[in-house]
């Protein structure tokens, strides 16, 4: 059974880091694409930042320039730092992964305080 274990997330300041990490279980066999979304309080979730077939990245636009996305083939994990971080990032933040099917991570909360 495939799972995804995100950490990293927790309590930050407007203008500080964190940075997520979600790792892979349950599969000997990597995945093509790999990705976050975020869903806030009373909006629909969204993409942040994905990898797809382990090259080509894309951000939303309230993200580029502040947020990275990387992944470690060999720990089938993907990271997202997350710098000069605002209020308006604060949201649970899901761990995606697609091999055939669509994997998704339970979230981890992220709080930026102003």
């Known amino acids: 059974q495939v799972q995804l274990v995100e950490s990293g997330g927790g309590l930050a300041q407007a203008g500080g880091s964190l940075r997520l990490s979600c790792e892979a279980s349950?599969?000997?066999?990597?995945?093509?694409?790999m990705g976050w979304y975020r869903e806030a309080p009373g909006k629909q979730r969204e993409l942040v930042a994905d990898l797809i077939n382990g090259g080509r990245t894309n951000y939303a636009d309230s993200v580029k320039g502040r947020f990275t996305i990387s992944r470690d083939n060999v720990k089938n994990s993907v990271y997202l730092q997350m710098n000069s971080l605002k209020p308006e990032d604060t949201a649970v933040y899901y761990c995606?992964?697609?091999?055939?099917?669509?994997?998704w991570g339970q979230g981890t909360q992220v709080t930026v305080s102003s």
């Open positions: 995606w992964a697609r091999r055939v099917f669509d994997y």
């Open positions: 349950g599969t000997i066999f990597s995945f093509n694409d």
